[in-house]
């Protein structure tokens, strides 16, 4: 069974930063990319980042790059999302998805290729 669990959100002052984990099981990280997405109220989902688990090419997305960045710890098929500079307009549900072929550009952040996706983590940025 494929399952993907997100935690390390919270409450964080503005200018603060959070890292996110996702925890993937049941399935071969090497044969897929990880995603990581959000949605704040009344917006829609917004694709931030991604991570082959072939070779570890990755991709930020233009609205948070600069500030957040993916990376992965494939012993523990593990992806993370380390998040600086953090402001208010940050604060959303964040989710891993995982897409079961291994590319990432900035087309697969549409989330349309991602088939799994995690129950989602709350992150909150005060101002």
């Known amino acids: 069974e494929v399952q993907l669990v997100e935690s390390g959100g919270g409450l964080v002052q503005a200018g603060g930063s959070l890292t996110l984990s996702c925890a993937a099981s049941?399935?071969?990280?090497?044969?897929?990319?990880i995603g990581w997405f959000r949605r704040a109220p009344g917006k829609e989902r917004e694709g931030l980042s991604c991570?082959?688990?072939?070779?570890?090419?990755?991709y930020i997305g233009d609205s948070v790059k600069g500030r957040f960045n993916i990376s992965s710890d494939d012993a523990k098929n593990t992806v993370y999302l380390q998040m600086n500079s953090l402001k208010p307009e940050d604060t959303a549900i964040y989710y891993c998805?995982?897409?079961?072929?291994?590319?990432?550009?900035?087309?697969?952040?549409?989330?349309?290729?991602?088939?799994?996706w995690g129950q989602g983590t709350q992150v909150t940025v005060s101002s």
């Open positions: 998805a995982a897409q079961f072929y291994p590319a990432c550009t900035s087309w697969h952040l549409t989330g349309a290729t991602y088939s799994s």
């Open positions: 991570i082959s688990g072939s070779d570890g090419s990755r």
């Open positions: 049941g399935f071969t990280f090497k044969d897929a990319a």
